[in-house]
């Protein structure tokens, strides 16, 4: 303590006790903020005053001239405004939405949680718990290097009787104005919104009448559970990522939003999973369109502008409903069955057990004109899926490039696929069968829904495996049963 002073006060018996006192504080001082508190008090006892007001002053032209100097702030004020219609999802909503994942529940003393019921624009209502902060409440956040400051405010109501009137506060350094209106509060619009879809409850609609009837959606297939090659499976994953990625790039190429999926293979091989699957990953509403409700093309147009954005519409079978077996076939075929090739009655339609073409009111070219045209333009973020058995009886409309983005196959159960079930099903990655039964599915074709049938016949696995092993087997059999009796009818 060599560089206390040693004048005026100090050099009275009286001021060298204090020195003495603050020797020993200053010695236990247990912190830096402490040691500057003593330090300031022992400099104003100890200096005269005329030096004390000179260090000020120092200090003062120092801070000034070379220190940190406190930077202009702007608040931006955000209220709740109530009273319904769309101002309720408007940004009061959203920065609570968001802010409800940057709050640290353990650096608070004071929280709000509260469980709400929001009414979603197709009329389904999602319930989620939102932990918020309570009235003078701050947290900060951290956008593109920029600090923003939120603070929880309510001030009191008019009658005394009604609750105060809350608003969030954001402030940061004026200089990243632009950045906090342009740039951080769509962020926090885009960022609630992606929330709000996560926690939303899905939906299946079905076509009733004229409307759409939802129900909600609790398929449990997901990517995970899907049996399906690998390969493939990653390309469709990475497919609905970039779609989702690609707004601005849709609409930078002046092409509408929305990507179309042609799944098509034998019946259970997951076609149906896929779909579902495929909702619960982007988190999209199911559409599931049966056309024979559909009278005409108009009825057709007006269920499909009732759809909302984020949704998928699927229509299965599309080979079943409508004649679409291309124009080239049709002649192929009518040559083949009918004698008189200019016999223009002849509708091959009507010979597979639908209308005939002139009294069907609702066609493929309605449905696929109306998908380019007027509905690509009024809806965002569609996804259109088409499943059939049979991908060589549709017509070529339906196939041309730019139609359907993507043909996905969903074949008979592979040696992967038999594993992602037995994963599935049973937990387990090996087992003393799986040689065996590797052997069996090269060698027969099965779907994956025999085979999770077998799975599912008992819970334990060695019993499970050892039916499923039997049916491989029996199936063994009967395909080389099949394969004997052609050659033996060709040899005859
Ligand atoms: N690839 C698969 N992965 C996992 N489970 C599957 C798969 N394929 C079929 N399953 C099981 O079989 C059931 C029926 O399959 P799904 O309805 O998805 O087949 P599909 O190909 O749509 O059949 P269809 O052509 O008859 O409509 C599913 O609920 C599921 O339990």
């Known amino acids: 303590m060599d560089f206390l002073p040693k004048t005026s006060m100090a050099s009275s018996p009286e001021g060298a006790a204090v020195v003495d006192a603050y020797k020993k504080a200053l010695a236990t001082a247990a912190s830096v903020s402490a040691y500057a508190m003593l330090a300031r008090g022992m400099a104003r006892e100890l200096l005269p005053d005329e030096l004390c007001a000179a260090v000020r002053w120092g200090a003062a032209f120092v801070r000034s001239r070379f220190g940190a100097r406190q930077k202009e702030r702007r608040t931006i004020v955000i209220r709740r405004v109530l009273g319904g219609g769309y101002i309720e999802d408007g940004l009061f909503d959203a920065a609570l939405t968001y802010l409800a994942t940057k709050i640290n529940p353990q650096t608070m003393n004071r929280l709000c949680l509260a469980r709400t019921r929001k009414r979603e624009h197709d009329g389904s209502d999602t319930c989620s718990t939102l932990l918020s902060m309570e009235n003078g409440g701050s947290t900060t956040d951290s956008f593109q290097g920029v600090e923003f400051r939120w603070t929880s405010m309510e001030s009191g109501g008019n009658d005394g009787n009604s609750r105060g009137k809350e608003f969030l506060e954001l402030s940061f350094d004026a200089e990243h104005t632009e950045t906090a209106i342009h740039k951080y509060v769509p962020f926090i619009m885009s960022a609630a919104e992606e929330l709000r ?17 939802g129900i ?259 199936r063994r059999c009967k395909t080389n049963e099949v394969v004997n009796d052609k050659n033996g009818s060709i040899a005859g």
Not at 202 to 207: E, H, M, T
Not at 217 to 246: C, E, G, N, W, Y
């Open 197 to 213: 879809l996560r926690d939303r409850s899905l939906k299946i609609f079905l076509n009733q009448g004229s409307s759409w009837k």
């Open 216 to 474: 909600n959606h609790h398929h449990p297939a997901t990517f995970d559970t899907l049996a399906m090659d690998p390969s493939m499976k990653q390309a469709v994953i990475a497919d609905l990522d970039r779609f989702l990625k690609r707004k601005e790039y849709y609409r930078r190429i002046g092409k509408a939003w929305k990507r179309g999926y042609l799944l098509y293979g034998p019946p259970g091989t997951g076609k149906s999973s896929l779909v579902a699957a495929m909702a619960n990953y982007l988190r999209f509403n199911l559409y599931d369109l049966d056309l024979s409700g559909v009278y005409d093309n108009s009825h057709l147009q007006r269920l499909l502008i009732d759809m909302s954005n984020k949704s998928i519409l699927v229509i299965e079978d599309i080979d079943c409903s409508f004649d679409t077996m291309s124009r080239e076939d049709r002649k192929v075929s009518r040559a083949t069955y009918t004698d008189d090739e200019d016999d223009d009655e002849y509708d091959d339609a009507g010979a597979r057990g639908y209308p005939p073409e002139r009294e069907r009111k609702i066609t493929l070219s309605g449905l696929l004109n109306f998908i380019d045209g007027l509905w690509s333009t009024c809806g965002e973020e569609r996804v259109i899926v088409f499943t059939t058995n049979y991908k060589d009886r549709l017509d070529r409309a339906l196939l041309r490039p730019g139609r359907m983005d993507m043909h996905v196959y969903m074949g008979h159960c592979s040696w992967e696929a038999f594993r992602t079930l037995a994963r599935n099903y049973h937990l387990v990655e090996d087992h003393v069968l799986f040689p065996e039964i590797r052997e069996l599915l090269s060698m027969v074709e099965v779907t994956p829904a025999e085979v999770s049938e077998m799975l599912l016949r008992s819970e334990d696995v060695n019993v499970a495996l050892q039916v499923l092993m039997e049916f491989l087997r029996g």
